[in-house]
């Protein structure tokens, strides 16, 4: 394979620049040509392609964000549109490509390796880590890091005042982000889509901690269960203690990698251009028990997401 492209597709993630290094500079390793597309499926659609050298990725392995930038592109999933992407990809010789986004975009990576065979690789770019087949996706250390942060400047500020934090993350099925951050910045309580509340029990919960001395608490809630402004507002007709409410937002998809996610951006990157100098297509790398792997993409994306209910446990076992 002699020309591969590269893009960015779906919400943007902390290490999706340090991916797109690695990718380029081994594509160079392998002595390829390699093309950014920019804007994701639908720059590949409007021709906007360019050329990728050893320079154009320097000094971007700790940035946030995309210097690809990232869209989502609903003519992707038109037969029309999957046909005017494979056109640009043969206006420029490109053989094989490297998606790097979620479970949306590896759809339609499955569709350019099985529809129209270019060979094509799924890196998991998204802060959710929602996705089974691998242990971690690319953005969700940086995330759940950038939480922490904020987290802790809540508890300050909220012990201070003997109050009550309700803060909003990221995780519409998904409450990977509360679950981590949860448990390390000591949070009492976090309220995520895998598991129902009793709001009762939550104010039981706070009434205990405050008997035994506690000054504060936080409560997590992903965003796919509630909003932190409404569940303050339930919350705070229900309790006399005095609740604020924090949604981080946007914030949490920015900022420089954590050294978690540079790794995961270099082996990640690397592992896929060793697969499409292979001449192997329609495969998601991943990390799984430390090792990083590569399986069927479409097998990647089918697998159900299981909720690491015994992590749940121990946060109620150890933030009393
Ligand atoms: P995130 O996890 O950040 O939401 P994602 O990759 O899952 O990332 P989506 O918006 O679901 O984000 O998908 C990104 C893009 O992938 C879509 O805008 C569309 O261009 C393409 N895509 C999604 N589903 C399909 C599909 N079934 N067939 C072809 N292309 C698809």
């Known amino acids: 394979m002699k020309r591969i492209g590269l893009l960015t597709s779906g919400g943007d993630a902390p290490g999706m620049n340090a991916a797109i290094r690695a990718v380029v500079r081994s594509g160079i390793y392998f002595g390829m040509e390699v093309f950014g597309i920019e804007r994701g499926y639908a720059g590949l659609m409007d021709d906007n392609v360019i050329p990728m050298e050893m320079r154009s990725v320097s000094n971007i392995v700790q940035c946030g964000g995309t210097r690809l930038r990232t869209a989502r592109c609903l003519e992707m999933m038109t037969k029309e549109g999957q046909e005017k992407a494979v056109k640009t990809l043969e206006k420029h010789g490109i053989e094989g490509l490297v998606v790097i986004g979620g479970d949306g975009s590896f759809r339609g990576a499955k569709t350019l390796s099985e529809d129209y065979g270019v060979p094509t690789i799924g890196i998991p770019g998204t802060i959710d880590n929602?996705?089974?087949?691998?242990?971690?996706?690319?953005?969700?250390?940086?995330?759940?890091?950038?939480?922490?942060?904020?987290?802790?400047?809540?508890?300050?500020?909220?012990?201070?005042h003997e109050r009550v934090?309700?803060?909003e993350v990221m995780g519409r099925r998904c409450g990977d982000i509360a679950l981590y951050s949860g448990i390390a910045s000591g949070a009492e309580i976090i309220v995520v889509p895998e598991v129902a509340f009793d709001m009762q029990d939550i104010v039981d919960r706070i009434n205990r901690s405050r008997e035994r001395g506690k000054h504060s608490n936080i409560i997590v809630v992903a965003e796919g269960v509630m909003g932190a402004d409404e569940f303050a507002k339930q919350?705070?007709?229900?309790?006399?203690?005095?609740?604020?409410?924090?949604?981080?937002?946007?914030?949490?998809?920015?900022?420089?990698?954590?050294?978690?996610?540079?790794?995961?951006?270099?082996?990640?990157?690397?592992?896929?251009?060793?697969?499409?100098?292979?001449?192997?297509?329609?495969?998601?790398?991943?990390?799984?028990?430390?090792?990083?792997?590569?399986?069927?993409?479409?097998?990647?994306?089918?697998?159900?997401?299981?909720?690491?209910?015994?992590?749940?446990?121990?946060?109620?076992?150890?933030?009393?």
């Open 165 to 167: 934090s309700v803060v």
């Open 235 to 320: 919350l705070q007709a229900n309790t006399t203690h005095s609740v604020r409410p924090t949604c981080i937002g946007h914030v949490q998809r920015g900022g420089s990698p954590t050294m978690a996610d540079r790794m995961l951006a270099a082996q990640f990157g690397n592992k896929a251009v060793r697969l499409l100098n292979e001449g192997i297509g329609n495969r998601a790398v991943g990390i799984r028990d430390n090792k990083i792997i590569d399986m069927d993409i479409i097998e990647a994306v089918s697998m159900k997401k299981t909720f690491n209910y015994e992590l749940y446990e121990t946060l109620q076992m150890i933030s009393m």
């Open 130 to 160: 929602d996705l089974e087949y691998t242990d971690y996706t690319l953005g969700f250390d940086t995330a759940v890091n950038t939480c922490l942060d904020i987290i802790n400047k809540l508890r300050d500020t909220m012990t201070s």
